[in-house]
């Protein structure tokens, strides 16, 4: 069944891609929690190009407090044009939507090859022989990514450093009344050190398995962009690094495919300047209080609604609460 927003999103790519004649195999992918993505193929100038839209859900503008610590899509739209600019491996974006246009907010950009599913990635036998390389191509892409001049964007752009980052999730766990000696720990131990953090860069905000585009020849593109913000360039190193985000290969610092010295050579190499290893050690243990503390948040909207997908990953915040142990105490990443 064709959806009904289609005519006026051939209309709006109409005006916004030249030689664009028409389009066709518009289906929604599973993919994406807080938007919806539909993969097309567009008829430009006789040859089919394929494209994602990438759409806020029933098209609609956000709600107030809703995503509060997400972007426009629009502004995401303009912070990847940036990247791509600085050479960062991001899709293009070939059209933003317009409230005239009628098909919704959201943009369209390149549908480029590659997988996003970390069991896939790390043990699927295509991806052998590019595995040992990914790190310092993450470690790459994120120094380009910093190095994007930050000017021209700090009037879309919020800017949330380390102890700006560490307040929000002191509120957040301190809602709960629920308390976690392992995370109040973590919190003493990380203010002193994010208190020393002076850098400020284009930071992705959820550089990690799912978000990042991979084919047997490597790092294709970084995706979803809605957390983007101005801050501290250790916190993509930290995040990616995560142990959550290992998928079972703890041993594997980086994304469970690499090592730190790996990413860090990768990121000093493309510019991105010396990162001692003890720096990144903190951000993971941010990394790791983090995802613990959203896990709290999804086992609260378990006790609403009984959902089986937010109890399974409220469940989860135990695991951190380890993963704070051997980081902090034992200095096990």
Not at 102 to 131: H, Q, S
């Amino acid at each position: 069944m064709t959806p009904d927003f289609q005519p006026a999103l051939e209309h709006a790519l109409a005006k916004a891609i030249p030689g664009f004649e028409g389009m066709g195999a518009l289906t929604r992918l599973s993919g994406g929690a807080s938007q919806e993505t539909w993969s097309f193929d567009a008829k430009v100038s006789g040859h089919v190009d394929p494209l994602i839209l990438r759409r806020s859900p029933g098209g609609a503008p956000r709600a107030p407090g809703q995503g509060a610590n997400s972007v426009a899509l629009e502004t995401e739209a303009i912070v990847i044009e940036a990247s791509r600019a600085a050479g960062v491996a991001a899709p293009r974006v070939r059209c933003v939507l317009k409230p005239e246009d009628e098909a919704g907010i959201g943009y369209v950009m390149d549908r480029l090859p590659g997988e996003t599913i970390a069991r896939k990635i790390l043990r699927d036998a295509e991806f052998d022989a590019v595995r040992p390389k990914l790190a310092h191509q993450c470690g790459e892409i994120l120094a380009r990514i910093h190095a994007v001049d930050i000017a021209p964007l700090k009037s879309v752009l919020p800017v949330v450093d380390g102890p700006a980052q560490l307040r929000r999730y002191r509120d957040i766990y301190d809602l709960y009344n629920y308390p976690h000696p392992v995370f109040e720990l973590a919190f003493q131990w990380l203010e002193p050190r994010m208190a020393q953090a002076k850098r400020q860069t284009l930071v992705h905000g959820d550089f990690r398995h799912g978000n990042l585009l991979i084919s047997p020849k490597g790092v294709e593109a970084a995706l979803d962009w809605e957390l983007t913000h101005i801050g501290d360039p250790l916190e993509d190193i930290g995040w990616i690094c995560t142990n959550s985000w290992r998928f079972g290969v703890a041993e594997k610092v980086v994304g469970g495919f690499g090592d730190l010295p790996d990413l860090l050579e990768g990121y000093e190499q493309a510019g991105g300047g010396r990162i001692d290893p003890d720096e990144a050690r903190t951000w993971i243990v941010y990394g790791s209080l983090k995802w613990g503390i959203m896990c709290m948040s999804m086992y609260q909207g378990f006790l609403g609604d009984h959902s089986v997908e937010r109890a399974t990953i409220g469940r989860r915040s135990s695991e951190t609460e380890i993963d704070l142990v051997n980081l902090i105490i034992h200095g096990k990443l």
